[in-house]
């Protein structure tokens, strides 16, 4: 099984703040996955990064997959409140981190 | 296209007791995988099942068990209920594991 350790574990920032999360394991991965849960739903998708060294953006969060696959990062350029929520990296078929809860205050 | 269905969607019972739990995947996926999540352990998976044939199995003791049915529609049973088996239970669906996962929106079981 691949250890994925996320930090920081809860976070809560001021709207217009910037803020990067991470996900770190000792394990080499083929690719990465970043879900996002809302309260009473359950995880979605927002993206996969496959290749080390890739970046990827969507929308004011840029996700990055470090160069030798065993890290990423996700960072949020002015947070909004609708950033608010449980952000978790899965890093292989059955293993997700225990997620950083982001609280964005208006 | 429908999204993955959960049912019940809250429960309540008492320990010593058993409960089942229901997942209807996205039509066509036929990998269905169930996590249970609670406060400060993320999500810890279960089992995943793979066109009626369980796949892989997580760290968790022989009182949880599951199983897919043809149509790719999967249960879960938990029995002698534990007051520590409170969690909200998520079950995921996907073409293949290795895949994009679809959630359902969970079943929260509480233990008195």
């Known amino acids: 099984t691949q250890l994925l350790e996320q930090s920081p574990q809860f976070l809560s920032i001021q709207e217009g703040e910037n803020l990067t999360v991470y996900c770190n394991s000792s394990s080499v991965f083929s690719s990465l996955q970043w879900y996002r849960q809302e309260p009473g739903e359950g995880p979605v998708l927002l993206v996969t990064v496959v290749t080390g060294g890739e970046v990827k953006k969507l929308k004011r969060l840029t996700f990055q997959f470090g160069d030798a696959r065993k890290d990423s990062s996700l960072h949020i350029t002015a947070a909004q409140p609708g950033d608010t929520g449980l952000y978790l990296c899965?890093?292989?078929?059955?293993?997700f981190g225990e997620g950083t809860q982001l609280t964005v205050n208006p | 296209k429908a999204g993955v269905t959960q049912t019940p969607r809250y429960l309540i019972k008492t320990r010593g007791q058993q409960v089942t739990l229901s997942c209807s995947p996205i039509s066509g996926h036929r990998s269905v995988s169930w996590y249970q999540q609670t406060p400060g352990q993320g999500l810890q998976f279960l089992f995943e099942?793979?066109?009626?044939?369980?796949?892989n199995k997580g760290n968790f003791p022989g009182r949880f068990s599951g199983r897919q049915f043809s149509n790719s529609r999967s249960e879960m049973n938990v029995s002698t209920l534990e007051l520590g088996d409170s969690a909200l239970y998520l079950c995921a669906s996907s073409l293949n594991s290795y895949n994009e996962q679809f959630f359902g929106p969970g079943t929260r079981l509480t233990v008195l």
């Open positions: 899965r890093g292989s078929r059955l293993t």
């Open positions: 099942y793979f066109s009626e044939t369980q796949r």
